[in-house]
Structure formats: C-alpha cells, structure tokens
C-alpha cells in the first residue's frame, strides 16, 4: 500500500493524450508550423 498517495513506479512513461497550446495571434502560424515539425521529427 502506498498510504493514499498514487504509485506509478510501474510506469516507465507517462503521456498526455493531447496538448493545449496557447499563443498570440502574431505569431500562432509560426507556432503551429514548428509544432507540426516537431512531431515530424520524433515520428
């Protein structure tokens, strides 16, 4: 038992399901593009 409190020690990786992101309207395109570059690299 673990007294309450959460254990993920059996996790070697935890990950969100989606992400919100936020940004000002000037540069949004920028942001999504280098997001969209970004998961292309890690695919």
Known sequence: MTGGRRD???R???AAAC???AAE???SE???NLLI???WREA
């Open 12 to 14: 070697s990786q935890i």
């Open 30 to 32: 920028d942001a999504k």
């Open 25 to 27: 309207a000037e540069v």
């Open 19 to 21: 992400y919100d992101v």
């Open 8 to 10: 993920f020690a059996f």
């Open 37 to 39: 570059r970004l998961t």
